[in-house]
């Protein structure tokens, strides 16, 4: 028996360690090369952790009561974890060499710790010397290994990301400490503080001057700068690098006056990660309903939703903070936008118990069509070499083991979360939103935003008996699965029919091995015999239905592009025809492209590209996200590319991986790769010139407010009032000392006097369009509410997922939705408005109108007797006669 630790990072406070032991049997796996790997399947219920947790949810108290706990458990159980340890406890399945190396380190780790607290080193994080040593340990390690064992470019590794999440941990830790002690002492000091007794009136004043203390440190801890965190989170980082075997903080100079900083892990790394491997999650469902968001008359937040714990001490704020567009952090809340976030969160789940019975059995073949594994149950088993490889940063044997690792990270963190909640009658996801009203579920590894595994295991609790249209849109999301969404539905559900019967024979690995999404095909296939072998089945899978090119579906109305929109689906269609396919639709113009410019002798060698829709869909689909020329000259390179390191000539040269895209044996240079991707991006725009026309007016506005030191401001069809202002950075050197090394850190600091106008423009239509998703959620949650409709409803922004006997009725408010917001010609109009206003706020008589109220250009005194003049574009004019929210409605492809 071999036993693994895996530690999990609770809810609300980041990387918390739930530390949960599993019991791991030795099997062969079925395919033959990996017979020398061991299979680990995760039983958890050896598991102190899992038991712990378990119990309170098998209690009699109330969900109430069991949330509460579990939340506050979670808080310290893996550190009950990390003293079995310490004191050489026989309960977390360690031999005896195993249990002696760790606890001799983790004993010396402490007395580091404490000493570097007596020193004074960690005076820029009020509260840290209330921590245990080893809480903070665990905390470091939390964080460190599964960074360590994920990123594989040393010179990529975001080792400032890294600081700052061990700094804002060890910052919500303290928070939470003092908060508990003040607490206590509040108690305290209420039951003294009548009392006459000379000694209560000492204890009293005594703890009063305590409890005065305490709350001057918590103030200091909220109002702690982004830079003390980072520098807080060096330096435990780097002190345990210093102290431990485990991992090294080590420093490459890569130029003149920069250097960069990453882990590098060291020869005891294996010896952790075989005992406390690392779950790789934030938080777990909750078992009662998430608490209400409330906000007030002003639409600011007076009450915190999500977890109890985050309701009492306000840890995480409704909408995710943002570094980049600070500004935006203070902007107000929507009445509509929290009752859709109440909305979303209460919608109850449970998990898909015969398909995880299925997937953890031990004859579950874990391969898919073309041999890959589908779930990764087990760490590499070169893990302990990653240290030696990465002196080398060009070995590929350290890609594979970190992506394997990641991979392993995450599906474990996916199973283990499903097993503990297999048996809760309900659970549910919190969910928060970003600056511009996009909704994310949970950071909990198993959340419907998450992979395919997660999806699969995810059930509604609210299950209907299947009617005929709920049978339907179950066959048509089978084929989906299988990977025939682009044919038309008629010849899906054709499909589905004629295979039914090894469809619904799950134990034949044949059928769902060759689906595209073998997971989900499953958990269709499941459903299916559910209802055969019992027409009262009682269906409970979310249904997934995804918009065409969402990008292009919101732009395209925008203009009222009629040509545009019939390639993204939508126009009226039925279920005998093909879904349109973009990305296919501009292989012709983009073949014709290349051929004229293989023509060239530098670029003979396109002529040998096999032009594909996978070559072309990402660098398409992301154009509207703000993808570049260079965006999608490094997305081809790193996907089709590696470099050709034996030819000695001038300049970078590549030679294609998939040889069905071009023969291996022919050579790239960089200039012909990037004229590849410049005709990519030229693509769309030459075949939609109004799609061009648009994305210049609005670059040209955002040009303009630049040069004016404006925002940009726009206003979402449910009324949030969203602003855009993307400050500029300076570097700075910052330097701290542990144990008696020297730690330079390189920091960035906004300037929130001053724009950046690059970002600005590069950033404002990706992030215009996704306001527009989550406008529509917005709005169709609030028909759906206003209609008092009880529906189940789950979205990954432009995907939407309901029972299947509910999809017609989802499909419907979906396109209402888009409809209300483009259903006539003026909706550039309303934001070209808007726009005048916020500079005329700004300038007043400065700013200079034309007689139909258009204005035209603004006037900036230089001190001079001639102002400067800046023009203001003038408003997008838009065909009128808009045909395309009069179709939108029988479309069946506008989500597919």
């Known amino acids: 028996m071999i036993k693994f630790y895996f530690t999990t990072f609770h809810m609300k406070f980041p990387a918390r360690l739930f530390s949960t032991s599993f019991t791991l049997n030795n099997t062969n796996i079925i395919n033959e090369k990996d017979v020398k790997y061991i299979t680990k399947n995760f039983l958890l219920e050896n598991s102190n952790g899992f038991n712990l947790i378990k119990n309170i949810i098998n209690s009699d108290e109330t969900s109430e009561v069991k949330q509460k706990k579990i939340e506050v458990e979670l808080n310290n159980i893996w550190h009950t974890e990390i003293t079995d340890i310490l004191q050489k406890k026989r309960s977390l399945g360690l031999d005896a060499i195993g249990t002696s190396i760790l606890a001799k380190d983790f004993h010396n780790l402490i007395g580091d710790i404490e000493n570097f607290i007596n020193k004074g080193r960690t005076n820029k994080l009020p509260g840290v010397e209330y921590l245990k040593p080893s809480l903070i340990i665990s905390i470091v390690l939390g964080k460190v290994i599964p960074f360590s064992l994920r990123h594989s470019d040393i010179l990529n590794q975001p080792t400032h990301s890294l600081f700052a999440e061990i700094g804002k941990t060890l910052k919500y830790q303290s928070i939470f400490e003092l908060h508990h002690r003040i607490g206590l002492i509040q108690n305290r000091v209420e039951e003294i503080k009548n009392s006459t007794e000379k000694k209560l009136v000492s204890e009293f004043n005594k703890l009063t001057k305590v409890l005065d203390e305490y709350k001057n440190t918590l103030k200091n801890l909220e109002e702690l700068s982004g830079e003390s965190i980072i520098k807080v989170g060096l330096g435990f980082t780097a002190l345990l690098s210093e102290t431990s075997e485990f991992y090294s903080l080590e420093e490459q100079i890569i130029a003149k006056n920069k250097s960069i900083r990453y882990i590098l892990p060291k020869n005891k790394l294996n010896t952790l990660i075989n005992n406390i491997t690392l779950m790789d999650t934030i938080e777990l469902p909750m078992i009662i309903p998430p608490l209400e968001w409330k906000i007030d008359d002003n639409e600011k937040i007076i009450e915190y939703g999500g977890t109890i714990l985050n309701n009492k001490h306000r840890i995480r704020p409704l909408r995710t903070k943002s570094v980049e567009n600070s500004d935006a952090n203070d902007m107000t809340y929507n009445k509509e936008l929290v009752d859709a976030v109440n909305f979303k969160s209460k919608i109850p789940y449970i998990i898909n118990l015969k398909l995880l019975d299925f997937i953890t059995r031990d004859e579950f073949i874990n391969r898919d069509k073309k041999d890959n594994v589908i779930i990764y149950k087990h760490i590499h088993p070169d893990s302990a070499l990653l240290g030696e490889y990465m002196k080398d940063r060009k070995n590929p044997k350290i890609s594979e083991i970190t992506t394997h690792n990641s991979k392993f990270l995450y599906h474990s963190s996916i199973?283990?979360?499903?097993?503990?909640?297999?048996?809760?009658?309900?659970?549910?996801?919190?969910?928060?939103?970003?600056?511009?009203?996009?909704?994310?579920?949970?950071?909990?590894?198993?959340?419907?935003?998450?992979?395919?595994?997660?999806?699969?295991?995810?059930?509604?609790?609210?299950?209907?008996?299947?009617?005929?249209?709920?049978?339907?849109?179950?066959?048509?999301?089978?084929?989906?699965?299988?990977?025939?969404?682009?044919?038309?539905?008629?010849?899906?559900?054709?499909?589905?029919?004629?295979?039914?019967?090894?469809?619904?024979?799950?134990?034949?690995?044949?059928?769902?091995?060759?689906?595209?999404?073998?997971?989900?095909?499953?958990?269709?296939?499941?459903?299916?015999?559910?209802?055969?072998?019992?027409?009262?089945?009682?269906?409970?899978?979310?249904?997934?239905?995804?918009?065409?090119?969402?990008?292009?579906?919101?732009?395209?109305?925008?203009?009222?592009?009629?040509?545009?929109?019939?390639?993204?689906?939508?126009?009226?269609?039925?279920?005998?025809?093909?879904?349109?396919?973009?990305?296919?639709?501009?292989?012709?113009?983009?073949?014709?492209?290349?051929?004229?410019?293989?023509?060239?002798?530098?670029?003979?060698?396109?002529?040998?590209?096999?032009?594909?829709?996978?070559?072309?869909?990402?660098?398409?689909?992301?154009i509207t996200y703000g993808a570049t020329e260079r965006g999608i000259y490094d997305q081809i390179v790193s996907k089709f590319f590696q470099k050709d390191e034996w030819n000695k000539t001038a300049g970078l040269h590549f030679v294609c991986i998939d040889s069905d895209i071009a023969p291996k044996d022919v050579v790239f240079t960089q200039k012909n790769i990037l004229l590849w991707s410049k005709i990519i991006y030229n693509s769309l725009f030459k075949i939609h010139p109004n799609l061009n026309t648009l994305m210049v007016y609005f670059n040209s506005i955002v040009k303009v407010l630049c040069e004016l030191d404006l925002p940009v401001n726009w206003v979402t069809p449910y009324g949030l009032v969203i602003q855009q202002k993307y400050n500029k950075f300076t570097k700075y050197n910052e330097t701290t000392y542990v144990a008696s090394k020297r730690y330079k850190l390189v920091l960035r600091k906004a300037d929130t006097t001053s724009i950046s106008k690059q970002k600005q423009i590069q950033a404002f239509i990706p992030n215009f369009v996704h306001s527009m998703d989550g406008s529509n959620i917005v709005l169709l949650i609030k028909t759906i509410r206003d209609e008092g409709r009880k529906i189940n409803f789950a979205s990954i922004h432009d995907c939407f997922a309901t029972h299947a006997n509910d999809t017609a009725w989802l499909s419907w408010y979906v396109k209402q939705s888009f409809i209300r917001i483009y259903s006539d010609s003026s909706f550039l109009r309303r934001f070209h408005n808007y726009i005048q206003l916020r500079i005329q706020a700004k300038y007043g008589e400065d700013a200079h109108f034309d007689k139909d109220g258009v204005l035209t250009h603004v006037t900036i005194d230089n001190g001079t007797d001639i102002p400067d003049r800046i023009d203001i574009p003038k408003p997008l004019v838009v065909n009128k006669d808009n045909k395309i929210y009069k179709e939108i409605l029988h479309s069946e492809y506008f989500i597919n």
């Open 415 to 622: 199973i283990s979360i499903a097993k503990l909640m297999k048996d809760v009658k309900e659970f549910y996801m919190t969910v928060f939103i970003d600056w511009r009203g996009r909704f994310y579920t949970s950071s909990c590894a198993l959340n419907i935003q998450g992979g395919e595994l997660a999806r699969s295991l995810l059930l509604f609790k609210e299950g209907q008996k299947l009617n005929d249209i709920g049978l339907k849109a179950l066959k048509i999301y089978t084929a989906n699965a299988f990977g025939l969404d682009k044919r038309s539905k008629e010849e899906r559900l054709d499909w589905v029919e004629q295979n039914l019967h090894k469809i619904i024979d799950i134990d034949n690995y044949e059928i769902w091995r060759e689906a595209d999404e073998p997971l989900l095909f499953l958990a269709c296939a499941l459903e299916l015999k559910g209802y055969k072998e019992d027409p009262n089945f009682i269906s409970h899978l979310p249904i997934l239905m995804d918009a065409t090119c969402n990008g292009l579906q919101h732009l395209s109305a925008m203009v009222n592009d009629f040509v545009l929109a019939e390639k993204v689906n939508l126009l009226k269609s039925t279920e005998n025809d093909n879904p349109r396919d973009l990305y296919s639709e501009v292989i012709p113009h983009i073949k014709q492209e290349i051929l004229e410019a293989s023509k060239s002798y530098e670029h003979t060698n396109l002529e040998r590209i096999n032009v594909e829709r996978c070559l072309v869909k990402r660098g398409l689909m992301t």
